[in-house]
């Protein structure tokens, strides 16, 4: 276990809010609080796990909020949730078998595609939907991009969502505040898994979970309610400068 001073502890609760909240509205919340729990001296694997434990109940808060929108949907998302169990239980133990140095060496890398990710989201998304023509494409290709993307989650989580976002966009007509709320539950789903394996692994730092779970179930609430008036171009424009920073500091240090 880390020594984990009472001020970083209160400075991760503050990051799980905020992660909550980013997650519920625009995707991207990893970016907040992983960077926090490095910053104050958590070593990288261990931040990573500790973070997609601690993040869950943010997920829940998300879901709950928004889960209205995810009427009628029960018999196509099956698989999808199937598939976002898998990939992101096996995400989660290729996050482990990881060692510290070369997870390290990955981070800034990760933290910049997910910027990207986060910055091209909208052209991705047009791209998509002008290569499926309008049309609904090929069911079981929708559930094998769910299932790359969560093996994606498992392992790290930055810009699940978007990427879930992106996936859905290109196999589904249905609006946005629908979609975002199966983004949210499939989300749920991959962190679900991935954290049932990682709770055993020996890599969570239990004190941070204690604080940062809460938090994060508040910052997924307010997030989940306020997702349909708060402005998300805006919200993820800020994540984005903030990655592309983050990544910097990695890189360079």
């Known amino acids: ?25 625009a995707g991207g919340g990893t970016l907040i609080s992983f960077p926090v729990m490095t910053a104050v001296g958590v070593p990288t694997v261990r931040a990573n796990a500790t973070n997609t434990v601690s993040l869950c109940p943010g997920y ?8 209205t929108d995810l009427t009628g949907l029960q018999q196509r998302l099956r698989p999808q949730l ?6 992101g239980l096996g995400g989660s133990v290729l996050l482990i078998v ?3 140095t070369v997870f390290r060496q990955i981070v800034p890398f990760l933290i910049l595609a997910a910027a990207i990710l986060l910055a091209t989201q909208n052209k991705i998304r047009a791209w998509l939907n002008r290569r499926a023509g309008g049309h609904e494409a090929h069911h079981v290709l929708e559930v094998a991009a769910v299932a790359v993307a969560a093996v994606y989650g498992g392992y790290f989580g930055a810009g699940l969502g978007i990427m879930l976002m992106a996936v859905l966009g290109l196999f589904s007509e249905l609006p ?14 991959v962190n679900v898994f991935a954290a049932g ?35 998300p171009e805006k919200l993820r424009a800020a994540v984005i400068v903030f990655a592309f920073a983050v990544a910097i500091v990695y890189l360079v240090r």
């Not at 829940?60 to 889960?67: E, L, N, V």
């Not at 199937?82 to 990939?87: M, P």
Request: glycine share 14%; charged share 10%.
């Open 176 to 189: 946005f505040t629908r979609l975002n709320a199966v983004k949210q539950l499939l989300s749920f789903v």
């Open 197 to 231: 394996f990682l709770v055993f692994s020996g890599k969570v730092e239990w004190s941070l979970v204690l604080v940062m779970a809460p938090c994060s179930l508040l910052g997924g609430q307010i997030g989940g309610r306020v997702a349909g008036s708060l402005p």
């Open 1 to 25: 276990m880390t020594d984990i001073s009472a001020l970083a502890h209160v400075a991760c609760g503050a990051a799980a809010v905020g992660a909550g909240i980013v997650n519920a509205v």
């Open 60 to 67: 829940i808060g998300g879901t709950y909020a928004q889960r």
């Open 98 to 100: 990881t060692s510290e």
């Open 82 to 87: 199937v598939a976002a169990a898998l990939g």
